[in-house]
Every structure is written in structure tokens, then in C-alpha cells.
């Protein structure tokens, strides 16, 4: 099986990679388009600010590549976000996968949202053998509205959206290589779809 996590300069690449490593997977970073195309499974990451990541994946042409894939596509906290309409971080278009706004907390919260917290409402082939309310680990300031194509939603102040599904396009909000036995649970059940 061949995976493949999208290396356009923003993020959490070696992590991720280590964590697919420890499940017996070699994952291959690469930005060439053909390669993306060819692959099994995707994995598209993100840590940073949702304006200059979307500007180095229009730079590599990416922004017109990735919702065009048919292989099942895992965004991974920005990654996911940038999957949106739109973010208020740096009034950023995303990429229209995932019909809904990513919005700032308020300042009424400590922001960055930073640490563990449970997910609820599961409904996918992703979270097969992960119980209700499990911990996952969390940092962000941005959050995906609570919307149709929640599969699983956290709680920070409002309720929002922890994962989104939409055809083979999945997001999650939390970091999988960061959350322990039910992270690498989930990138288990990526790997079997």
C-alpha cells in the first residue's frame, strides 16, 4: 500500500510519519503531483496559520489537485481546516471538500485550545473500535462549525466539529499521531478503508 503525506512546508510531517512507522507503514512525503495521484491513501497535514499554507499549496498547484482525488484523503487539523469553505484565520478561501466556516474561539476561552479532549457522536468506519468520549489531543485557536458532515464532535466553549467525512475526503481536527492508542486506532481504520 502505497501512502502518501503531502509535503507543501506546513507542518507536522515527521510525526506523522513515525506514527504510520510504529503501525508497520512506510508513508512517503511528497508534493509531486503524480505521485499524489497514484496513491493509495493520502494524508494532508497542517500546523501553522491557514493564509500561508494556502499560499504555498497554490504555489505547488495543490489547491486544484487535492479535491480532485478519488483515494480516501485524511486532513489532519489544519489540513481539515483548509478542506473548508473558509477561515477566519487570515480570511483564507479553503477548498470547498467540506461545506462549512472554520471560526475563532472567542476570547471568553484560553486560545490555543491545547490538550486532551473527548470526542463524541461517532459515526464512521474511522473511529471502528474507539469508544465514545475518547481523549484525543488537540491545538488550535480555529474550529470547524458543528455541521452535517460532523462525524464526531468535541466541546471547547460551543460544540464543534472534531472529524468531517464527505466521500473519501475525511478531516479531523485533533492530531491521530499525538493521541495515544485511539490515534493510532484511527490511522488503523484510514489504512483499511
Known sequence: MRIIIINYGAGNIKSIQFAFKRLGVNAVLSNNVDEIKGADKVIFPGVGEASSAMKMLKESGLDKLIPTLKQPVLGICLGMQLMCNSSEEGNTKGLGIFNV????????????????NVVSDLKSDLFTGIKEKEFMYLVHSFYAENCEQAIAITDYEIDYAAALQKDNFY???????????????????????
Open 101 to 116: 466556516n472554520v471560526k475563532r474561539f472567542s476570547n471568553a476561552v484560553k486560545v490555543p485550545q491545547m490538550g486532551w
Open 171 to 193: 478531516g479531523v481536527q485533533f492530531h491521530p499521531e499525538k493521541s495515544s492508542l485511539a490515534g493510532a486506532q484511527l490511522l488503523q481504520n484510514f489504512l483499511n478503508l
